[in-house]
């Protein structure tokens, strides 16, 4: 049997699955017209420039250019809701299976990237809030400011060049073989290191300037008063309350992080969702792109969510109804 | 408000780079020392050496007067598309407050949708479809970040609709556009220049991002991202082809993160980052 809190847990997520469908719908519309608003046929994108006029006919027939909008519109989502993902325009395989292929290498990438951050990114911040004003606390500001100014793909070339060409310790390009878990990881490493140095960056500003303000606080003073010891001060109180504004920004950052690991493939030539994505808007493969623009949706929505759950996790005063 | 914003370092620090930067890319053309375009196959991919202090590339062009150079284009495009996006996103988020009812709600939803999608994915797909180019560079880069700008704009216009003194201006005769411009838009300026500031770093990031894919501006014009590009072919033999450009957009955005921060420090005393 399920205790009620739990009920009202499971029945909240249920919820905020329900409020996410319009989200997903209103990027699958955005993308769709945007899809079809691009310059050039996507018929002749996938037979090329020199194509018969009859053999672009019969593929607008095939694609179902020649239907009205809505009708496309339609089918578009028929076949998404069917888990159909369709046929890439350039080669003909199935987008499904590419993407398939690719996912893993972007999960363990990104996850590893939010992983790194937030084994690092807050106990930093901590610690630069309680040592404020030290060299120290300088040291982590200007680090946190550089990793918010700097380019993915900047960062992963300087680690390239020092851990790779320099010092030749990994490998430069590729993921690595997912079933060989020594190779996978010797692979991941240094594109996991730059997008880690990212997202600890966000999270240590974020950490500091949280600590910073709990640090202030009036309950934290009573604590003090009441002779409890400074580590239990800390945190008992100080942390948790301090943790709840960093997990709404781990969320948004992780976000921008599915951004910058866009880049970081590109740079380490890395197979991945981004790198895929990238790949298909050189070629004008359209139903490849807009596929991955579901699945990036998807990503964002269930970010959302376990950023949700995770506040009502840490923050007693949230409930669940 | 001066005051608080002097007395904080890092902004200082942020804007004396920020000048140094404009500096250099309106000095540009008379302070390169060689042409950005011209080629001297004799000297490719020479290192830094006197005359040409951060070498020379793959085609023979002096790197120090691109990165000058392709100083121009990330601030141009920066500078642009923040105010492409802030004339839209204040629009939206102003009128949408301002009229309230199905309007606001349908601009409201649609821009916490796009708020919550990774800005660099929706640059990349904008960019896709557009093609690329300077122009369209810079609407993409606008389009992207209208949204934020229209949260901005939309919290406070809502409060200010509902203040007495708008509505003493409206019991007088005043219209719509009077009271947007005499009440609404100089209540929210302030916090919008702050948020601009945050967003021209963002902007020269993504600008350098879409350049190095090779969505941006077309070469061979200049610009840090694309310099890094060509570089990045060089990695072993030639490493400064893309370190160097790449420290110019570190710099610059920190730069303006740091004018940002310490803006935002002002608007808002009580975060402290």
């Known amino acids: 049997m399920l205790r009620a809190g739990e009920k009202a847990m499971i029945a909240y997520i249920l919820r905020r699955m329900l409020v996410s469908v319009p989200i997903l719908l209103v990027v699958l519309t955005l993308v769709f017209l945007l899809v079809r608003i691009a310059p050039g046929d996507p018929a002749v994108a996938a037979l090329g420039d020199y194509a018969s006029q009859e053999a672009v006919e019969r593929m607008r027939q095939r694609m179902g250019l020649n239907k009205p909008l809505w009708m496309q519109y339609v089918d578009f989502l028929g076949q998404l809701a069917r888990g159909d993902l369709g046929r890439s325009l350039i080669n003909d395989v199935p987008v499904s299976q590419q993407i398939r292929r690719v996912l893993p290498y972007t999960l363990e990438l990104t996850g590893s990237g939010i992983f790194v951050g937030l084994l690092f990114g807050i106990p930093l911040g901590i610690v630069t809030a309680l040592r404020r004003n030290t060299l120290l606390d300088y040291a982590g500001r200007i680090f946190g400011l550089a990793g918010l100014s700097v380019p993915a793909f900047y960062l992963g070339i300087l680690l390239m060049l020092l851990f790779a060409v320099e010092l030749d310790l990994f490998p430069v390009v590729g993921g690595g073989e997912l079933s060989d878990l020594r190779d996978n990881l010797h692979h991941l490493f240094l594109p996991a290191l730059s997008l880690g140095l990212i997202m600890t960056a966000y999270i ?101 969510l376990i950023t949700d759950i995770a506040y009502g996790l840490i923050d007693p005063r949230i409930r669940y109804e | 408000m001066w005051v608080t914003f002097k007395r904080n370092r890092t902004a200082l620090v942020g804007v004396v780079l920020a000048v140094v930067v404009i500096l250099l890319a309106i000095l540009a053309p008379w302070i390169s020392p060689h042409d950005p375009l011209k080629q001297n196959v004799y000297h490719r991919l020479k290192g830094p050496e006197p ?80 093609g690329s180019g ?74 350098a991002n879409l350049s190095f894919i090779g969505l941006g501006v077309s070469p061979p014009t200049p610009t840090w991202g694309n310099m890094i590009r060509d570089g990045v072919k060089w990695l072993t033999n030639a490493p400064y082809l893309s370190t160097f450009p790449g420290l110019a957009i570190l710099i610059t955005v ?15 005393p009580k975060l402290q980052v």
């Open chain 2, 51 to 130: 005359g040409h202090p951060l070498g020379v590339d793959d085609f023979g062009r002096d790197v120090l007067s691109r990165v000058l150079w392709g100083a121009r284009t990330s601030l141009v495009v920066g500078s642009a598309s923040v105010l492409v996006g802030l004339m839209v996103g204040t629009l939206l988020g102003i009128v949408a407050g301002f009229k309230g009812g199905r309007l606001e709600y349908v601009i409201m939803r649609a821009v916490d949708v796009l708020l919550s999608f990774p800005t660099l994915i929706m640059g990349l797909m904008v960019m896709a479809i557009l």
């Open chain 2, 134 to 207: 300077m122009t369209k560079l810079i609407l993409a880069i606008g389009i992207v970040m209208s949204p934020r700008f229209a949260r901005v704009a939309h919290g406070p216009t809502l409060s200010i609709r509902e203040k007495e003194f708008v509505m003493a201006a409206r019991a007088t005769g005043a219209d719509d556009l009077w009271i947007l411009r005499h009440h609404i838009l100089p209540n929210i300026l302030g916090e919008l220049l702050v948020m601009a500031s945050l967003w021209m770093a963002t902007a020269i990031r993504i600008e």
């Open chain 1, 204 to 304: 240590t500003r974020m950490a500091r300037s949280a600590m910073l303000e709990v640090l202030n606080a009036d309950y934290m003073r009573t604590a003090r008063a009441k002779g409890l010891q400074e580590r239990v001060v800390l945190i008992r109180h100080g942390l948790r309350t301090a943790l709840i504004p960093v997990v709404s920004v781990v969320g948004v950052y992780s976000i921008v992080l599915i951004g910058s690991s866009v880049m970081t493939e590109v740079v380490f030539s890395r197979p991945g969702v981004g790198k895929l994505m990238v790949g298909a808007m050189k070629q004008r493969d359209y139903t490849t792109l807009q596929s991955i623009m579901v699945i990036y949706a998807s990503f964002v929505v269930i970010i959302n």
């Open chain 2, 254 to 268: 920190m730069a303006f993160n740091m004018v940002g921060d310490g803006l935002r420090d002002v608007a808002d």
